[in-house]
T-cell receptor, first 115, second 114 residues
Framework: EAQVTQNPRYLITVTGKKLTVTCSQN?????MSWYRQDPGLGLRQIYY???????DKGDVPEGYKVSRKEKRNFPLILESPSPNQTSLYFC??????????????FGEGSRLTVL | AQSVTQLGSHVSVSEGALVLLRCNYS??????LFWYVQYPNQGLQLLLK??????LVKGINGFEAEFKKSETSFHLTKPSAHMSDAAEYFC????????????FGRGTSLIVHP
């Protein structure tokens, strides 16, 4: 089954404790991206990757890191989480070219609470 | 640059009534347009999309949207709302400026009353 898998789905942590949210897709997609969803603000892009070893900042990259060492994985790293990073996070992937360009496949989300 | 405006953060309808969710976009090139739906506690899934060709696009669960270039709109409609349609709906545009990275609207929460 084609899917984007995120882990963990739910996490409560404390300020400053490094954490990683993993994302994996099995569709051989070139493009992967991280979003955060906050009430009233919709989806905001954090980072994206056009292919292996190619990453770029989105609209709200501060406080986050990513890496793309393999095509299928795109982890989101919070080196020193703060309460303002409490949010619902989504990973998404897509083919870069073709008629489906721009159509994203989303994971089920990771709800992060930073105390 | 491309952008999306969804009018109304919340839309409330009665079961059986017409659903109309509004989306206006700006794009410097012919856009690709999408509607995504997010059911409670789930990720977003594609409802329908317009890339080229017929401007009236049909999607899943009886939804459809019409691309109107002159109005720069891509409104989502459904003739008769069902309780299961209650969800968050996002409009998105891509393909502007040579980039296929989509830009999302802020979302519209559809509330369906019995």
């Amino acid at each position: 089954e084609a899917q984007v898998t995120q882990n963990p789905r739910y996490l409560i942590t404390v300020t400053g404790k490094k954490l990683t949210v993993t994302c994996s897709q099995n569709m051989n997609h070139e493009y992967m991206s991280w979003y955060r969803q906050d009430p009233g603000l919709g989806l905001r892009q954090i980072y994206y990757s056009m292919n292996v070893e190619v990453t770029d900042k989105g609209d709200v990259p501060e406080g986050y890191k990513v890496s793309r060492k393999e095509k299928r994985n795109f982890p989101l790293i919070l080196e020193s989480p703060s309460p303002n990073q409490t949010s619902l996070y989504f990973c998404a992937s897509s083919l870069k070219q073709g008629a489906n360009t721009g159509e994203l496949f989303f994971g089920e989300g990771s709800r992060l609470t930073v105390l | 640059a491309q952008s999306v405006t969804q009018l109304g953060s919340h839309v409330s309808v009665s079961e059986g009534a017409l659903v109309l969710l509004r989306c206006n976009y700006s794009s410097s090139v012919p856009p690709y347009l999408f509607w995504y739906v997010q059911y409670p506690n789930q990720g977003l899934q594609l409802l329908l999309k317009y890339t080229t060709g017929a401007t009236l696009v049909k999607g899943i669960n009886g939804f459809e949207a019409e691309f109107k270039k002159s109005e720069t709109s891509f409104h989502l409609t459904k003739p008769s709302a069902h309780m299961s349609d209650a969800a968050e709906y996002f409009c998105a545009v891509s393909r502007s400026g040579g980039s296929y990275i989509p830009t999302f609207g802020r979302g519209t929460s559809l509330i369906v009353h019995p």
